[in-house]
């Protein structure tokens, strides 16, 4: 499960045994659900097409995904990503 939100945490909060979460769950929505490698990559290029959501383009989202892995479920890293048409 990959989710979006327009602002992370002012401090993120420890979820033993999952990680950190960083995202604003005041602001987050579930992005999407798909397959994610080991370290929590997700194109986003398979999810949605910016050009058809322009009101999209330009504006920085920041990303965190759950995995499950042989040691169970965890949280990734959250990232900032600009959207942008290429």
């Keep these: 499960m ?3 939100a327009v602002d992370t945490l002012p401090a993120p909060i420890n979820l033993p045994p999952f990680g950190r979460l960083d995202l604003d769950p ?3 929505v ?3 659900y ?5 370290a929590g990559d997700f194109i ?22 759950v995995v499950d ?3 169970g479920p965890r949280l990734t890293n ?4 600009l959207l942008g048409v290429y």
Excluded at 44 to 65: H, K
Excluded at 78 to 81: G, Q
């Design 78 to 81: 959250a990232r900032r990503v």
């Design 44 to 65: 986003l290029s398979e999810v949605m097409d910016a050009s058809a959501t322009p009101a999209f383009v330009g504006v920085p989202l920041m990303f965190q995904a």
């Design 30 to 32: 579930i992005f999407s």
């Design 34 to 38: 798909g397959v994610t490698d080991a």
């Design 2 to 4: 990959v989710a979006a």
């Design 26 to 28: 005041a602001s987050a």
């Design 69 to 71: 892995g042989p040691s």
